[in-house]
């Protein structure tokens, strides 16, 4: 049996660099002589990049649909293929379940085994419990050294992250909404080219309700999102009423995006601006990223209570890039609360996060959703551990499209 490699890095590793030196054969395997091939999202970037400046469609996904159109899971398998058959020597895989729903992992999971029968693999991943079930040899940074380790013997839940003590702040001002329900669907459906993705979805989310929206790779969850947050003309001829005004007629994108808070892991990539932690937290009163007015004594007095819960106060003034990818997301939720929005969209906000880190965010969610007024609507294909929605909004794909099915826990 050949052997395959897992590197179990945490978000402060330089991850770039660990990718670097694998390629130039300064890692644990001699592959400089190899023709490599990696799998990762900034691999996907570039081709949707491709797509979009140069107009080359060089990925093609099972609905022959552009990558720019298609769901995260049709990308990934559609990247896979595409890799594949350039018969690479070895693979290195990079958070290759990110964003993937339990039958797409297994399917990605399928292929890679079958693929590791003549390929070497070298998997790159932050989460212990996704490490593939060939790998046979996985290593941790230790300092600039990989050292080997048993992953098996590795308890994520004993490390218990850091807990915020302090009480949220109290909103600079109250909510600015006195319509319940905030958002309601009613009897919703969308197909795109003929191809029915949503059908007859009826929901509502009310102030101070905690709900996570899920359902498989392609089940139309984006799309849903869409209709809330951004101006996808498909949601013009529907029944969709959000904050009491009904979509399209006449109030502006940034009418409805004032009354949001959000945050998507997709902020992240590729971020190299200079802002100070504290300009970016303040930032959110005015929806820009990086200040560009005089913040209020107020605004300023709110913006440190908020450090102060995530225990950045004395780092303010350093770059926002500074922190890790983990600290980097506390820092964007608290920007995204500081206006106090009557809604608050977590889009698929744990993505490439470390198990840590991700237990950390869970418990600062947690929080807004115990301790303010704001509803949260948490979009994601899997159940976080340690997460507590009060509701989950369920979507089921079928021929006709996907149905909808509210569930409640308690
Ligand atoms: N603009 C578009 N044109 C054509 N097809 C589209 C467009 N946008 C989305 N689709 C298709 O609609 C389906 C639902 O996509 P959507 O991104 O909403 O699913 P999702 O549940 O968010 O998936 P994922 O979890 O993988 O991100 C997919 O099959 C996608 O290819």
């Known amino acids: 049996m050949s052997t395959h490699f897992a590197i179990y890095i945490s978000n402060k590793d330089d991850k770039h660099q660990i990718i670097d030196n694998i390629v130039s054969g300064n890692s644990i ?22 797509e979009i400046i140069h107009g080359k469609f060089a990925v093609v996904t099972n609905t022959k649909n552009s990558l720019l159109h298609s769901s995260e899971g049709e990308r990934k398998i559609a990247l896979l293929d595409h890799i594949i058959a350039q018969k690479p020597n070895y693979l290195i895989v990079d958070n290759v379940f990110g964003n993937l729903d339990v039958h797409k ?5 399928r292929i890679l085994t079958n693929l590791s029968d003549k390929t070497l693999i070298i998997q790159i991943t932050n989460r212990i419990g996704e490490v593939l079930p060939f790998i046979n040899k996985t290593y941790q940074l230790q300092g600039d050294v990989l050292v080997a380790f048993e992953a098996a013997s590795k308890d994520v839940k004993s490390k218990a992250p850091l807990s915020f003590i302090r009480d949220l702040p109290k909103p600079y001002r109250s909510l600015s909404v006195d319509i319940n329900p905030l958002i309601k669907f009613n009897n ?24 996570q929206l899920i359902g498989p790779n392609g089940s139309g969850k984006s799309t849903m ?12 001829n529907q029944d969709i009423i959000l904050f009491g005004v009904k979509k399209g007629s006449g109030e502006s994108v940034w009418d409805i995006k004032r009354k949001i808070g959000y945050f998507s892991s997709e902020m992240l990539r590729g971020f190299k601006r200079l802002d100070a932690i504290g300009n970016m937290i303040v930032s959110g009163f005015y929806d820009t ?8 004594n107020e605004q300023i007095k709110l913006t440190h209570e908020w ?25 964007l939720i608290a920007r995204a609360m500081v206006k106090n929005p009557p809604l608050l969209i977590l889009d698929e906000p744990t993505n490439g996060l470390d198990d840590d880190d991700t237990q950390l965010f869970s418990e600062l969610i947690n929080k807004i959703a115990l301790e303010t007024d704001t509803a949260i609507l948490y979009v994601s294909h899997r159940k976080e551990i340690g997460l507590n929605p009060e509701f989950f909004y369920e979507l089921t794909p079928k021929k006709t499209g996907s149905v909808g099915t509210r569930i ?3």
Do not use: C
């Not at 992992?105 to 999971?109: H, M």
């Not at 999102?225 to 013009?236: E, V």
């Open 225 to 236: 999102l869409s209709m809330i947050y951004g101006d996808n003309p498909k949601a013009f």
């Open 105 to 109: 992992q297994l399917e990605i999971e």
């Open 188 to 211: 919703v459906s969308v197909s795109y080219n003929g191809r029915p993705i949503l059908n007859n979805i009826s929901w509502e989310i009310k102030l101070g309700e905690f709900w």
């Open 307 to 331: 450090l102060n819960v995530l225990g950045m106060f004395d780092i303010r003034k350093q770059p926002f890039v500074s922190l890790s990818k983990g600290h980097q997301r506390l820092v």
């Open 289 to 296: 990223i990086g200040l560009y007015s005089t913040p209020t």
């Open 29 to 50: 395997a001699n592959v400089s002589h190899l023709k490599g091939a990696v799998f990762s999202e900034i691999t996907l970037s570039k081709f949707i990049e491709e």
């Open 408 to 410: 409640s826990i308690f």
